[in-house]
């Protein structure tokens, strides 16, 4: 069963569809001075307070006092979001981002952090039908009980 979670496409599905287009719910959107994603809520409460935070490791080792420029330099702006909800600049970088298909049914969370302003925009969506995997699993199971039953097949 574990081969069926996280699938990035329904089944017999042809066309990409991508996560954030023919949106069917509203977006739920966030301003917060702090990440709302755990990611990252312990170096930036160091950043904030001008304490060391560890150097990413691909650049080197140790510790370091970094600017909020410097620390968030690595990451990307996510151009389907790319602006900042609580200034509206666009020299946003995202630091979280997770997204969940069952069945072609999209849920997806992303936050961004603005440079200019220092908040983080958080957006979070969920399609109408959307079960989790497992929650799909159970379901689907139950239907085959039910049809075992009135087919009279004994467990
Ligand atoms: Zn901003």
Same mark, same amino acid.
């Given at each position: ?34 990440? *709302?994603?755990?990611?990252? =809520? ?17 650049? @080197?080792? #140790? ?9 968030? @330099? ?5 151009? $389907?979001?790319? $602006?900042? +909800?609580?200034? #509206?600049? +666009? ?12 069945? @072609?049914? *999209?849920?997806?969370? =992303? ?11 958080? *957006? ?15 379901? *689907? ?5 039910? @049809?075992? =039953?009135?087919? #009279?097949?004994?467990?």
């Amino acid at each position: 069963m574990a081969g069926d979670t996280l699938t990035t496409k329904a089944e017999g599905e042809e066309v990409a569809v991508k996560y954030c287009t023919n949106l069917r719910a509203s977006v739920e959107t966030d301003v917060n001075a702090a990440p *709302r994603a755990f990611v990252h =809520s312990r170096e930036w409460k160091k950043i904030m307070a001008g304490d060391p935070v560890e150097i990413n490791p691909s650049v @080197g080792h #140790g510790m370091k006092i970094m600017t909020v420029a410097e620390w968030a @330099g690595r990451w990307k702006r996510n151009d $389907d979001f790319p $602006d900042c +909800l609580a200034c #509206g600049s +666009l020299n946003t970088r995202e630091h979280h981002f997770i997204q969940t298909w069952c069945r @072609g049914n *999209r849920k997806w969370e =992303s936050e961004t952090l603005c440079l200019d302003c220092h908040n983080y925009s958080w *957006r979070s969506y969920c399609d109408p039908e959307f079960t989790t995997p497992s929650e799909h699993e159970k379901e *689907r199971w139950n239907k085959m009980l039910e @049809g075992n =039953s009135a087919l #009279g097949v004994e467990n």
